[in-house]
Protein backbone atom coordinates (compact mmCIF):
# COMPACT_ATOMS: atom_id res chain seq x y z
CA UNK A 1 0.00 0.00 0.00
CA UNK A 2 2.59 2.17 0.77
CA UNK A 3 4.53 1.40 -2.33
CA UNK A 4 1.62 2.45 -4.27
CA UNK A 5 0.98 5.66 -3.35
CA UNK A 6 4.75 6.84 -3.21
CA UNK A 7 4.04 5.97 -6.66
CA UNK A 8 0.94 7.76 -7.21
CA UNK A 9 2.20 10.45 -5.54
CA UNK A 10 5.70 10.53 -7.64
CA UNK A 11 3.66 10.74 -10.71
CA UNK A 12 1.53 13.23 -9.67
CA UNK A 13 4.57 15.43 -8.61
CA UNK A 14 5.77 14.51 -11.74
CA UNK A 15 2.88 15.83 -13.70
CA UNK A 16 2.62 19.24 -11.52
CA UNK A 17 6.22 19.97 -12.25
CA UNK A 18 5.92 19.12 -15.94
CA UNK A 19 3.16 21.55 -15.79
CA UNK A 20 5.00 24.22 -14.20
CA UNK A 21 7.70 24.24 -17.15
CA UNK A 22 5.42 23.99 -19.86
CA UNK A 23 3.79 27.23 -18.13
CA UNK A 24 6.06 29.89 -19.79
CA UNK A 25 5.15 33.21 -20.96
CA UNK A 26 4.15 33.42 -24.73
CA UNK A 27 6.66 36.18 -26.66
CA UNK A 28 4.39 38.95 -26.36
CA UNK A 29 5.70 41.89 -28.72
CA UNK A 30 6.10 42.58 -32.76
CA UNK A 31 8.84 43.36 -34.72
CA UNK A 32 8.06 44.40 -38.23
CA UNK A 33 8.86 45.74 -41.23
CA UNK A 34 10.24 45.85 -44.79
CA UNK A 35 13.30 45.02 -46.94
CA UNK A 36 14.19 48.36 -48.40
CA UNK A 37 16.31 50.07 -50.67
CA UNK A 38 15.93 53.69 -50.02
CA UNK A 39 12.44 53.17 -48.74
CA UNK A 40 11.31 50.56 -51.61
CA UNK A 41 10.65 47.66 -50.67
CA UNK A 42 12.77 44.24 -51.75
CA UNK A 43 10.68 42.03 -53.29
CA UNK A 44 11.80 38.12 -53.09
CA UNK A 45 10.57 34.81 -53.35
CA UNK A 46 8.13 33.77 -50.73
CA UNK A 47 10.06 31.84 -47.44
CA UNK A 48 13.35 31.64 -49.36
CA UNK A 49 15.03 34.57 -47.85
CA UNK A 50 15.66 34.61 -44.24
CA UNK A 51 17.55 36.55 -41.40
CA UNK A 52 18.50 35.76 -37.99
CA UNK A 53 18.07 37.06 -34.53
CA UNK A 54 20.32 36.43 -31.69
CA UNK A 55 19.84 37.26 -28.21
CA UNK A 56 23.18 37.84 -26.31
CA UNK A 57 23.71 35.89 -23.19
CA UNK A 58 20.75 33.73 -23.10
CA UNK A 59 21.48 30.50 -22.44
CA UNK A 60 20.09 28.77 -25.52
CA UNK A 61 22.19 30.72 -27.92
CA UNK A 62 20.10 29.43 -30.88
CA UNK A 63 19.32 31.73 -33.35
CA UNK A 64 15.80 32.69 -33.90
CA UNK A 65 15.60 32.35 -38.12
CA UNK A 66 12.62 35.02 -39.53
CA UNK A 67 11.60 34.77 -42.90
CA UNK A 68 11.10 37.12 -45.33
CA UNK A 69 7.12 37.02 -46.92
CA UNK A 70 7.39 37.67 -51.68
CA UNK A 71 6.63 41.51 -51.15
CA UNK A 72 9.67 42.48 -49.18
CA UNK A 73 7.69 42.13 -45.17
CA UNK A 74 8.91 40.59 -42.24
CA UNK A 75 7.04 40.28 -38.78
CA UNK A 76 8.00 38.27 -35.69
CA UNK A 77 6.70 37.92 -32.13
CA UNK A 78 9.63 38.17 -29.85
CA UNK A 79 10.69 38.58 -26.22
CA UNK A 80 11.70 41.95 -24.97
CA UNK A 81 14.75 41.83 -25.23
CA UNK A 82 18.33 43.09 -27.30
CA UNK A 83 19.11 41.67 -30.22
CA UNK A 84 21.42 41.14 -32.63
CA UNK A 85 20.27 41.01 -36.27
CA UNK A 86 22.34 39.42 -38.86
CA UNK A 87 21.73 38.53 -42.34
CA UNK A 88 23.57 35.71 -43.69
CA UNK A 89 25.41 36.10 -46.56
CA UNK A 90 23.99 33.68 -48.88
CA UNK A 91 20.21 35.47 -48.26
CA UNK A 92 18.51 37.69 -50.83
CA UNK A 93 19.56 39.43 -54.41
CA UNK A 94 21.69 41.84 -52.31
CA UNK A 95 24.51 43.13 -49.90
CA UNK A 96 23.99 43.85 -46.34
CA UNK A 97 24.89 47.40 -45.82
CA UNK A 98 27.52 48.35 -43.01
CA UNK A 99 25.47 49.82 -39.44
CA UNK A 100 26.89 52.99 -38.44
CA UNK A 101 26.09 51.82 -34.62
CA UNK A 102 28.18 48.86 -34.85
CA UNK A 103 30.92 49.02 -37.74
CA UNK A 104 29.73 45.58 -39.24
CA UNK A 105 26.58 44.11 -41.08
CA UNK A 106 25.36 43.51 -37.54
CA UNK A 107 22.58 45.69 -36.81
CA UNK A 108 21.76 46.14 -32.69
CA UNK A 109 17.90 45.73 -32.05
CA UNK A 110 16.06 46.89 -28.75
CA UNK A 111 13.09 45.41 -28.35
CA UNK A 112 10.48 46.70 -25.74
CA UNK A 113 7.03 47.05 -27.02
CA UNK A 114 6.23 46.19 -30.36
CA UNK A 115 8.55 47.47 -33.08
CA UNK A 116 8.76 48.42 -36.57
CA UNK A 117 11.95 48.83 -38.91
CA UNK A 118 12.53 48.34 -41.99
CA UNK A 119 15.84 46.73 -42.93
CA UNK A 120 17.83 48.71 -45.48
CA UNK A 121 20.22 46.56 -48.05
CA UNK A 122 22.16 47.17 -51.28
CA UNK A 123 20.39 45.22 -53.77
CA UNK A 124 22.41 44.08 -57.16
CA UNK A 125 19.89 45.25 -59.55
CA UNK A 126 16.60 46.67 -59.24
CA UNK A 127 12.92 46.28 -61.37
CA UNK A 128 11.46 49.70 -62.35
CA UNK A 129 8.45 50.82 -64.41
CA UNK A 130 6.81 47.00 -63.98
CA UNK A 131 3.45 47.25 -66.56
CA UNK A 132 1.56 44.11 -67.49
CA UNK A 133 -1.59 44.49 -70.05
CA UNK A 134 -3.54 41.53 -71.91
CA UNK A 135 -4.76 40.93 -74.64
CA UNK A 136 -7.25 37.59 -75.11
CA UNK A 137 -5.18 35.17 -73.21
CA UNK A 138 -1.63 36.60 -73.64
CA UNK A 139 -0.37 38.54 -70.72
CA UNK A 140 2.73 40.88 -71.84
CA UNK A 141 4.88 42.47 -69.20
CA UNK A 142 7.39 45.28 -69.80
CA UNK A 143 9.82 46.20 -67.34
CA UNK A 144 13.44 48.13 -67.41
CA UNK A 145 16.65 46.86 -65.27
CA UNK A 146 18.56 49.28 -63.32
CA UNK A 147 21.96 48.39 -62.06
CA UNK A 148 22.57 49.42 -58.72
CA UNK A 149 26.08 47.77 -57.76
CA UNK A 150 28.94 48.62 -59.78
CA UNK A 151 32.74 48.31 -59.69
CA UNK A 152 34.43 45.21 -58.34
CA UNK A 153 31.40 43.90 -56.35
CA UNK A 154 29.27 44.17 -59.54
CA UNK A 155 27.11 40.98 -60.88
CA UNK A 156 25.37 39.87 -64.17
CA UNK A 157 21.95 39.07 -65.35
CA UNK A 158 21.49 35.71 -65.87
CA UNK A 159 18.12 35.62 -66.73
CA UNK A 160 15.01 37.61 -66.49
CA UNK A 161 11.15 35.60 -66.08
CA UNK A 162 7.38 36.69 -66.65
CA UNK A 163 5.72 34.51 -64.07
CA UNK A 164 1.95 34.20 -64.06
CA UNK A 165 -0.25 32.44 -61.72
CA UNK A 166 -3.92 31.54 -60.45
CA UNK A 167 -3.00 32.65 -56.77
CA UNK A 168 -1.43 35.77 -55.67
CA UNK A 169 2.13 33.36 -54.69
CA UNK A 170 4.08 33.99 -57.86
CA UNK A 171 7.89 32.94 -58.73
CA UNK A 172 9.49 29.84 -60.15
CA UNK A 173 7.96 27.26 -58.15
CA UNK A 174 4.54 28.82 -58.11
CA UNK A 175 3.12 29.62 -61.58
CA UNK A 176 1.00 28.27 -64.70
CA UNK A 177 3.32 29.38 -67.39
CA UNK A 178 6.41 31.44 -67.27
CA UNK A 179 8.76 32.97 -70.02
CA UNK A 180 12.17 34.07 -69.76
CA UNK A 181 14.73 35.88 -71.35
CA UNK A 182 18.91 35.15 -71.32
CA UNK A 183 20.63 37.91 -69.66
CA UNK A 184 22.90 39.00 -72.49
CA UNK A 185 20.08 40.09 -73.57
CA UNK A 186 19.16 42.76 -71.54
CA UNK A 187 20.10 46.24 -71.33
CA UNK A 188 20.58 48.24 -68.68
CA UNK A 189 17.52 51.64 -69.07
CA UNK A 190 16.03 49.72 -72.07
CA UNK A 191 12.46 48.20 -71.99
CA UNK A 192 12.04 44.54 -71.45
CA UNK A 193 9.19 42.90 -72.92
CA UNK A 194 7.84 39.44 -71.87
CA UNK A 195 5.30 37.53 -73.00
CA UNK A 196 3.17 34.25 -71.76
CA UNK A 197 -0.10 32.61 -72.54
CA UNK A 198 -2.47 31.53 -69.67
CA UNK A 199 -3.40 27.87 -70.52
CA UNK A 200 -6.97 26.93 -69.24
CA UNK A 201 -7.33 27.01 -65.78
CA UNK A 202 -9.65 24.77 -63.39
CA UNK A 203 -11.79 26.51 -61.72
CA UNK A 204 -12.40 28.45 -64.49
CA UNK A 205 -11.46 31.94 -63.31
CA UNK A 206 -11.30 35.20 -65.37
CA UNK A 207 -7.71 36.38 -63.59
CA UNK A 208 -4.43 36.14 -62.99
CA UNK A 209 -1.41 37.23 -61.22
CA UNK A 210 2.05 38.55 -62.63
CA UNK A 211 5.45 39.87 -61.77
CA UNK A 212 9.00 39.74 -63.20
CA UNK A 213 11.86 37.96 -61.64
CA UNK A 214 15.55 38.73 -62.22
CA UNK A 215 18.21 36.14 -61.27
CA UNK A 216 21.56 37.25 -60.89
CA UNK A 217 24.82 35.56 -61.87
CA UNK A 218 26.40 33.62 -58.83
CA UNK A 219 23.19 34.30 -56.44
CA UNK A 220 20.75 31.70 -55.80
CA UNK A 221 17.79 34.49 -54.21
CA UNK A 222 15.98 35.91 -57.24
CA UNK A 223 14.88 39.87 -57.30
CA UNK A 224 11.12 40.41 -58.09
CA UNK A 225 8.84 43.33 -59.46
CA UNK A 226 5.35 43.24 -57.19
CA UNK A 227 2.96 40.90 -57.31
CA UNK A 228 -0.13 42.60 -59.97
CA UNK A 229 -3.88 41.37 -60.44
CA UNK A 230 -4.55 41.50 -64.22
CA UNK A 231 -8.18 40.23 -65.59
CA UNK A 232 -8.36 38.29 -68.23
Do not use: H
Not at 124 to 152: L, W
Not at 215 to 227: H, L, N, R
Amino acid sequence: MKLRLIIVLGVISGFLASCGYDNYDEPGSKLEGKLVYKGEAINVSYNDVTFQLWEPGWQKKGEINVSVNQDGSYGAMLFDANYKLIIPSNQGPFRSITNAETGSDTILVKLAGNKVMDIEVEPYFMIRTPQFTVSGRDVTGTFKVEKIITGANAKNIERVNLYVNKTQFVDFRANVVSTELAGSSVTEGTTVTLKATVPAITPTQNYVFARIGLKIAGVEDMIFSPVIKVNL
